[in-house]
């Protein structure tokens, strides 16, 4: 039988073929990837003509894309879909795939053509996008080692592979915690829930074959129910279990995995003369130092913790009316705060989730994509890689751009939060490719899908990423889509937020399931005058959160994490009634792999910008302003990393921004 991994794909727009496709065909095709891309990068090392761009650079750009094209299959399978086979193959590779980048990024006589390029430069007549990728591709060789000698070269790909196989281990110690962990709930138990809380945790419990409804540790259950549940002891267990995610002992603890993650981070840094991994880990992003990132993290700190101490407060007080008495604790804050924000801002989560049905908010994104990119959307047939998934094409003018894949529902095979993935990403070297993008939430499954307020910024915040990936136009595939400096790549996904909050756009697609009537005006403007409410309570678990992050990788790596990040949460004064967004066993951002270690800190430092960024719609009158919208596809989504960030943004608005646009978003100011 052939391998459809390994044939041509000749259906409509090159999809993979994902009903042909067994588990038992990925291991064998990653053997015959594996095997293709050594021998082209051999040649490439071997060849006996002087280096050139072409016969170098570009050659290198070619030379793995059967892997790619296998990769870019399993790998987003494995996140979203996993089965037992694809997480043993997931570990198998985990190895392997490190020691084949070591083979690559170590290989001297690849490196010494790198080498001769860069020197020559100046002289080679290079465009500026050649000249950019061939400055990044002698980083990449620089900061993974290829200047080692001797034993420190053995020693680097050696750190490398032990990290591949932690990584993969955390994540799928993670995955199986959350997969395990459910409570069965009475029918006394669903007493004070909306009903679509109810029906979630019924789905839930169908789901996962059992005879009623759960309670699972899916976000988009967990979290109504930690809002809405009149049971302080059941808001208890559901909450220490949602918090203890990779501290449960036994094969799936997290603890020492973290640990030997750290210590092998902090010597691979060294060996490369750092003084620490954050040093290494931040040269080349916009913030440059620890110190720009501390600076920043400490300037939103102290408002934050002020306002969260403020309303913390007043929580308390409203507990002990309702006759409990004693400390707030983590497992209150939540349900005081929504009793909170329906008496202040006559508000309730209940009232709004009809008017966010899924397929409104779908609406939504894409009207706002078109409106100001002139994009188009036609629904494509399955089948996809699962049942739930869904497919567009992505057209402008009657142009092909990219196929989009949204796959939004929360399953015991996919791990937990949302993000955005590329199986195929867009070049112009070698012909014209076009993306295949993906969309992965977890939302809780209902008929219909009912999306809480958090939910539907989720939504807009992973389209505003595949927009950077489908609206890409670059020619070399190292500086496609999202390839930019780790905390750049946040700002087209929280940029495009804001279109949530534009009145037009609530008023135009916030309309009620059953009746098709928009929006009550009075909901609307209640709902956007909250729009800061509980900042304090938000800013603070996700800033604690990465301040331990640049902690841990700031000096030497720490003994024991969990004491270290209790030392970091004291020293911080962190109020005792919020804890970190992303404790350490189950820091999937910063332990699943190196992309948010000493990074967590990026979503903060793209929200500087994108706050500042959407102000220059406003400052025209018009959100779909369409200036401003060409200049940001042309010089942010289109752009790549074809220019480094700070240049790319400043081309965009004429100035980098500051801090105070972020504070008064986020309704700090005033704590200041």
């Known amino acids: 039988m052939t391998n459809p991994l390994l044939s041509d794909w000749i259906g409509e727009f090159a999809l993979p073929p994902f009903a042909a496709i067994r588990d038992e065909d990925f291991s064998p095709a990653f053997d015959r990837a594996l095997q293709e891309a050594r021998a082209a990068i051999a040649a490439i090392g071997a060849n006996p003509e002087p280096p050139t761009f072409d016969n170098t650079v570009a050659a290198m750009e070619l030379a793995e894309g059967l892997l790619d094209r296998v990769s870019g299959v399993f790998y987003n399978l494995a996140g979203a879909d996993s089965t037992p086979a694809r997480e043993a193959l997931q570990r198998d590779l985990a190895p392997k795939m490190a020691a084949f980048s070591s083979e690559v990024t170590m290989n001297a006589a690849l490196f010494a053509r790198i080498e001769a390029l860069w020197a020559a430069r100046e002289g080679l007549g290079l465009t500026a996008e050649r000249a950019r990728v061939l400055e990044l591709y002698r980083q990449m060789f620089v900061r993974a080692g290829a200047g080692l000698k001797g034993a420190d070269r053995g020693r680097m790909s050696a750190i490398k592979e032990r990290l591949a196989v ?28 909306p009903d679509f809380v109810v029906e979630a945790a019924r789905a839930a419990g169908a789901e996962r074959g059992a ?74 992003e916009m913030a440059g130092t620890p110190g720009r990132v501390r600076d920043l993290l400490m300037c939103v700190w102290a408002p934050a913790r002020a306002k969260a101490n403020a309303d913390a407060g007043v929580l308390t007080a409203i507990m002990h009316g309702d006759g409990v008495n004693g400390d707030l604790e983590a497992w209150d804050w939540r349900y005081y ?46 089948p996809f890689y699962h049942a739930d998934v869904r497919g567009w094409e992505v057209t402008r003018g009657g142009n092909h751009l990219a196929v989009f894949l949204g796959d939004y529902f929360a399953r015991g095979s996919k791990r937990s939060g949302a993000w955005c993935s590329a199986m195929r990403s867009q070049r112009k070297l070698g012909g014209e490719v076009r993306p295949i993008v993906v969309n992965v939430c977890n939302f809780a499954k209902g008929d219909p899908t009912l999306l809480s307020w958090d939910d539907a910024r989720t939504l807009f915040h992973e389209f505003g990423h595949a927009l950077h990936q489908m609206l890409s136009d670059v020619t070399y595939p190292f500086i496609s889509g999202t390839s930019v400096a780790r905390d750049f790549v946040e700002l087209p996904s929280q940029l495009f937020e804001h279109w949530l909050e534009v009145p037009e756009v609530l008023a ?131 752009a790549g990393g074809s220019r480094p960030a700070e240049e790319l943004y400043t081309a965009f608005r004429g100035r980098m921004p500051g801090v105070e646009a972020l504070l008064k978003g986020r309704g700090l100011i005033e704590a200041v």
Request: aromatic share 10%; net charge negative; hydrophobic share 45%.
């Open 337 to 382: 705060s929504e009793a909170r924000r329906k008496v202040e801002h006559d508000l309730d989560e209940t009232a709004l989730k009809p008017y966010l049905s899924l397929e409104a908010m779908l609406g939504a994104i894409f009207d706002v994509a078109g409106r100001l990119f002139g994009l188009e959307f036609r629904a494509l047939e399955g």
């Open 211 to 284: 005879e009623g409804p759960v309670l699972t540790l899916n976000r988009s259950l967990i979290v109504p129910f930690l809002q809405f549940s009149p049971r302080r002891d059941l808001r208890e267990i559901a909450y220490e279990a949602w918090v203890a995610r990779g501290a449960n002992g036994g094969v799936t603890d997290n603890r020492a995995l973290a640990t030997e993650i750290l210590a092998l981070r902090e010597e691979r840094a060294r060996l490369l003369g750092y003084a620490s991994f954050a040093d290494y880990k931040l040269e080349p």
């Open 508 to 638: 135009r697609h916030a309309r009620h399931h059953l009746t098709g009537a928009p929006m009550p005006d009075d909901l609307r403007a209640r709902l956007l005058a909250a729009s800061t409410y509980d900042q304090g309570f938000a800013t603070v678990e996700y800033v604690a959160s990465a301040l331990v992050d640049l902690a841990f990788h700031e000096g030497a790596a720490p003994a024991d994490p969990m004491a270290t990040q209790a030392q970091v949460l004291d020293g911080l004064g962190m109020p005792r009634a919020i804890r970190m967004r992303h404790a350490t066993p189950h820091f999937a951002h910063v332990f699943s792999g190196d992309g948010y270690s000493s990074g967590y800190y990026s979503y903060m430092w793209s929200e500087v910008m994108d706050a500042d960024a959407f102000a220059a719609f406003e400052e025209t009158g018009d959100a779909f302003n369409p200036e401003i919208a060409k200049r940001l596809e042309t010089f942010i989504l289109s």
């Open 166 to 193: 932690l990584s993969t281990a955390f994540s799928q110690n993670l995955l199986a915690d959350e997969r395990a962990w459910f409570r069965p709930l009475s029918e006394a138990e669903l007493e004070g829930l």
